[in-house]
């Protein structure tokens, strides 16, 4: 009989599965394996449960020493330390790149005590920030504020960091400069340590206002340069050595703790790494420095391994199983290849394969997230079109529900022709999305770039390109791309200097009267949620009063649904747990569309009436614009109407905002074709409409 890792049942609490009548072993019609071990312990258990048993506390880590030291002795004994120390992205960037980002807090929390008790060396854990914070309201249904305060208490020994956005805090705008400090000042509060502190163009206004909030909170602050192109490269000359090296004294001299770069896209070449490394390292001896990169073209163990030999003190992996294509490099290779020399990283290698067999089983309840549905090694095309290891997913996902799921090829291409039009930006959240929501414009619309540039004039951009070349997210190096600014802004309002400056301060008094007069029972986190996306935050509150806590659901449960005669349990909280079976479904729907599920819970029979959304849908066949009459406007992607500016009888001038719609966090702007009167408006508010859906009539 075989035995897989029981991950999808409690800790400490076995399920016999054979005892309900069914094999050990996976069945024929596709349960994950390893969601039921048969009566011992399973792998996940014995492996968290071992390193317990040996020491009750974790032992002290890197941690300690911020915590009674503070950020300035931690930079010091980083710089001081002998050997490389790793920093483990698996929690944060790692899933981000493989696996959109889906992965829950329930199977987080459970590895966390396995990594407290067997990875104490690690200079930092990356557990929060980037797209977490969005993705967990949004998709997840879960609070990361909690995501957060429960993995501190698992990992008390290991300092966390995060991925701040400078003045775009874990948003993708703007926000009022009070906003980022507010939000720094209560990560530290619920247990975040250190902030590596990026902006989207190396707009250094925006690097310092993150830089300032993070060291004002008491985090230790990591500024971070964005890489691209390639220093190795003479004939590369727009982002040279010298870029980086200027950009780096900056930063010194704004008093960063740790100096990072964030190669973003893995196109730090092994030669590139030596040149950038040893030239910062020559003019900052004392201060310690930190490598994050992308495995996308395969060279990224080796990248790592120059910066470490070219005097880095730390660089990022993720575990072996969580590793490679767009994640981190492996870090059981970067372990195994410096045993035994001067940068060994005192990690032990069985750990690091017990780690990774956890995420192993772990990843494959993640399935219809994973990136490799299309990408099935390294690909060097990276090189060419610059495609963030974070973004790649993402891209794809939008692609699929744009309907371009059979171009996304073409779509890589685009994208590298976007960067042109754009003037060869630095690519990363969210001047990334900039980029890549004009490559998937440009092949839905069959546009190439002298297309995109001649008809720019006419054409309607989306939302976040509008916005770049406005200057809502600050300058790029060397300015804005001309002519093609001024034919997509016309006369447009422009941005002049740091965006967030001349925003109003957010009453976050007024805020919280709104919330708790909608939501009672919202605190003061969801207040600050609500201040970085508002209708997110909104829907997800909104969510929960309606279901409940579904973070506590097995993640097999929350991603499919029990099956008819299935027993799970459900634990609310210590010493709580429900158990639950599923008997039946009424087959007729009622009068408002509601189908009765008959279910047990702890032995008394209940029945609930729940929508059934799909039954009840109705049969709309939406009219298609008809492009051969001028008046009639099209949608031009596929997507959800957020906002119409316009009215029946109300009067446009060409290029005048009509509607706005939304696409998997893409956001258009479509314009008036010509001027004239609204005759007909043919869509409500929140409706959802296919691409050329008649929008709207001019006449």
Same mark, same amino acid.
């Given at each position: 009989?075989?035995?897989?890792?029981?991950?999808? &049942?409690?800790?400490?609490?076995?399920?016999?599965?054979?005892?309900?009548?069914?094999?050990?072993?996976?069945?024929?019609?596709?349960?994950?394996?390893?969601?039921?071990? /048969?009566?011992?312990?399973?792998?996940? =258990?014995?492996?968290?449960?071992?390193?317990?048993?040996?020491?009750?506390?974790?032992?002290?880590?890197?941690?300690?020493?911020? *915590?009674?030291?503070?950020?300035?002795?931690?930079?010091?004994?980083?710089?001081?330390?002998?050997?490389?120390?790793?920093?483990?992205?698996?929690?944060?960037?790692?899933?981000?790149?493989?696996?959109?980002?889906?992965?829950?807090?329930?199977?987080?929390?459970?590895?966390?005590?396995?990594? /407290?008790?067997?990875?104490?060396?690690?200079?930092?854990?990356?557990?929060?920030?980037?797209?977490?914070?969005? +993705?967990?309201?949004?998709?997840?249904?879960?609070?990361?504020?909690?995501?957060?305060?429960?993995?501190?208490?698992?990992?008390?020994?290991?300092?966390?960091?995060?991925?701040?956005?400078?003045?775009?805090?874990?948003?993708?705008?703007?926000?009022?400069?009070?906003?980022?400090?507010?939000?720094? =000042?209560?990560?530290?509060?619920?247990?975040?340590?250190?902030?590596?502190?990026?902006?989207?163009?190396?707009?250094?206004?925006?690097?310092?206002?993150?830089?300032?909030?993070?060291?004002?909170?008491?985090? +230790?602050?990591?500024?971070?340069?964005?890489?691209?192109?390639? +220093?190795?490269?003479?004939?590369?000359?727009?982002?040279?050595?010298?870029?980086?090296?200027?950009?780096?004294?900056?930063?010194?001299?704004?008093?960063?703790?740790?100096?990072?770069?964030?190669?973003?896209?893995?196109?730090?070449?092994?030669?590139?790494?030596?040149?950038?490394?040893?030239?910062?390292?020559?003019?900052?001896?004392?201060?310690?420095?930190?490598?994050?990169?992308?495995?996308?073209?395969?060279?990224?163990?080796?990248? #790592?391994?120059?910066?470490?030999?070219?005097?880095?003190?730390?660089?990022?992996?993720?575990?072996?199983?969580?590793?490679?294509?767009?994640?981190?490099?492996?870090?059981?290779?970067?372990?195994?290849?410096?045993?035994?020399?001067?940068?060994?990283?005192?990690?032990?290698?069985?750990?690091?394969?017990?780690?990774?067999?956890?995420?192993?089983?772990?990843?494959?309840?993640?399935?219809?997230?994973?990136?490799?549905?299309?990408?099935?090694?390294?690909?060097?095309?990276?090189? #060419?079109?610059?495609?963030?290891?974070?973004?790649?997913?993402?891209?794809?996902?939008?692609?699929?529900?744009?309907?371009?799921?059979? !171009?996304?090829?073409?779509?890589?291409?685009?994208?590298?022709?976007?960067?042109?039009?754009?003037?060869?930006?630095?690519?990363?959240?969210?001047?990334?999305?900039?980029?890549?929501?004009?490559?998937?414009?440009?092949?839905?619309?069959?546009?190439?770039?002298?297309?995109?540039? &001649?008809?720019?004039?006419?054409?309607?951009?989306?939302?976040?390109?509008?916005? !770049?070349?406005?200057?809502?997210?600050?300058?790029?190096?060397?300015?804005?791309?001309?002519?093609?600014?001024?034919?997509?802004?016309?006369?447009?309002?422009?941005? &002049?200097?740091?965006?967030?400056?001349?925003?109003?301060?957010?009453?976050?008094?007024?805020?919280?009267?709104?919330?708790?007069?909608?939501?009672?029972?919202?605190?003061?986190?969801?207040? #600050?949620?609500?201040?970085?996306?508002?209708? +997110?935050?909104?829907?997800?509150?909104?969510?929960?009063?309606? !279901?409940?806590?579904?973070?506590?659901?097995?993640?097999?449960?929350?991603?499919?649904?029990?099956?008819?005669?299935?027993? !799970?349990?459900?634990?609310?909280?210590?010493? *709580?747990?429900?158990?639950?079976?599923?008997?039946? #479904?009424?087959?007729?729907?009622?009068?408002?569309?509601?189908?009765?599920?008959?279910?047990?819970?702890?032995?008394?029979?209940?029945?609930?009436?729940? *929508?059934?959304?799909? /039954?009840?849908?109705?049969?709309?066949?939406?009219?298609?614009?008809?492009?051969?009459? *001028?008046?009639?406007?099209? /949608?031009?992607?596929?997507?959800?109407?957020?906002?119409?500016?316009?009215?029946?009888?109300?009067?446009?001038?060409?290029?005048?905002?009509?509607?706005?719609?939304?696409?998997?966090?893409?956001?258009?702007?479509?314009?008036?074709?010509?001027?004239?009167?609204?005759?007909?408006?043919?869509?409500?508010?929140?409706?959802?409409?296919?691409?050329?859906?008649?929008?709207?009539?001019?006449?």
């Amino acid at each position: 009989m075989l035995h897989y890792p029981c991950y999808e &049942s409690s800790l400490c609490e076995i399920s016999d599965y054979s005892a309900q009548g069914a094999s050990s072993e996976s069945d024929s019609e596709g349960d994950v394996p390893g969601q039921y071990c /048969a009566g011992e312990l399973c792998i996940c =258990e014995t492996i968290v449960l071992s390193s317990i048993l040996r020491s009750p506390e974790p032992p002290q880590g890197f941690r300690h020493i911020l *915590k009674t030291q503070g950020p300035e002795a931690f930079a010091k004994t980083v710089r001081n330390h002998k050997g490389l120390l790793l920093m483990d992205t698996t929690f944060r960037d790692a899933h981000q790149s493989l696996l959109a980002t889906r992965v829950r807090s329930h199977d987080l929390l459970r590895i966390s005590p396995y990594v /407290a008790h067997n990875f104490s060396q690690l200079y930092s854990l990356e557990n929060w920030g980037g797209a977490t914070f969005d +993705v967990a309201l949004r998709f997840l249904h879960e609070c990361p504020w909690e995501r957060l305060e429960d993995m501190r208490k698992q990992i008390p020994n290991i300092p966390f960091q995060m991925l701040l956005r400078g003045a775009n805090a874990v948003g993708y705008t703007n926000y009022p400069d009070n906003v980022v400090f507010k939000f720094c =000042e209560l990560s530290v509060q619920v247990g975040m340590d250190i902030f590596r502190v990026f902006d989207a163009l190396n707009y250094l206004p925006n690097l310092l206002l993150g830089m300032e909030a993070a060291g004002k909170a008491g985090g +230790v602050v990591e500024g971070a340069i964005s890489y691209t192109g390639d +220093v190795s490269d003479p004939t590369r000359k727009k982002y040279d050595l010298k870029y980086y090296t200027n950009l780096a004294d900056e930063l010194v001299k704004a008093g960063t703790h740790v100096l990072c770069i964030k190669d973003m896209a893995g196109l730090l070449k092994p030669a590139a790494a030596k040149l950038l490394i040893t030239a910062l390292r020559d003019k900052h001896p004392d201060i310690p420095i930190h490598i994050h990169t992308h495995d996308t073209a395969g060279a990224g163990v080796a990248s #790592m391994l120059a910066c470490a030999e070219a005097g880095a003190d730390v660089v990022d992996v993720a575990v072996d199983s969580m590793s490679g294509m767009t994640s981190q490099p492996c870090m059981g290779a970067v372990v195994a290849c410096l045993q035994g020399s001067k940068l060994d990283t005192g990690l032990n290698l069985s750990n690091v394969s017990e780690y990774s067999a956890y995420w192993e089983q772990t990843r494959t309840l993640y399935a219809p997230f994973e990136c490799t549905t299309t990408m099935k090694s390294g690909n060097a095309d990276v090189y #060419m079109n610059e495609i963030p290891g974070g973004q790649y997913t993402n891209l794809q996902f939008q692609a699929y529900s744009l309907g371009l799921e059979d !171009f996304f090829e073409d779509v890589k291409k685009a994208y590298r022709e976007a960067n042109v039009l754009l003037g060869d930006i630095i690519k990363v959240t969210p001047s990334s999305k900039v980029v890549g929501d004009l490559a998937q414009f440009m092949v839905q619309n069959k546009l190439s770039a002298d297309d995109v540039l &001649s008809k720019a004039e006419e054409l309607s951009f989306p939302k976040s390109v509008v916005e !770049f070349l406005q200057g809502s997210i600050g300058e790029p190096y060397q300015g804005f791309p001309e002519p093609f600014r001024s034919k997509v802004l016309k006369d447009m309002p422009r941005v &002049s200097g740091r965006p967030g400056a001349s925003l109003p301060l957010l009453d976050f008094d007024k805020l919280k009267t709104e919330l708790k007069g909608k939501h009672p029972y919202s605190t003061d986190r969801d207040v #600050m949620s609500a201040a970085l996306y508002p209708h +997110v935050t909104d829907e997800y509150l909104t969510f929960r009063e309606n !279901f409940g806590p579904v973070d506590k659901l097995d993640t097999r449960i929350f991603l499919t649904g029990p099956k008819v005669g299935e027993e !799970f349990e459900v634990t609310i909280e210590r010493g *709580k747990t429900l158990g639950i079976k599923t008997l039946a #479904m009424a087959e007729d729907l009622t009068a408002n569309g509601e189908r009765e599920v008959f279910f047990e819970m702890n032995g008394q029979l209940r029945s609930v009436f729940i *929508k059934d959304k799909e /039954a009840v849908k109705e049969l709309h066949i939406h009219p298609k614009a008809d492009k051969n009459v *001028k008046g009639q406007v099209g /949608a031009p992607m596929p997507g959800s109407v957020i906002d119409i500016r316009v009215a029946v009888g109300d009067k446009v001038e060409k290029g005048a905002a009509l509607v706005v719609l939304s696409a998997m966090k893409m956001e258009m702007v479509v314009q008036a074709p010509v001027a004239g009167v609204i005759k007909t408006l043919d869509i409500k508010p929140n409706m959802k409409l296919e691409g050329d859906d008649l929008l709207m009539t001019i006449e």
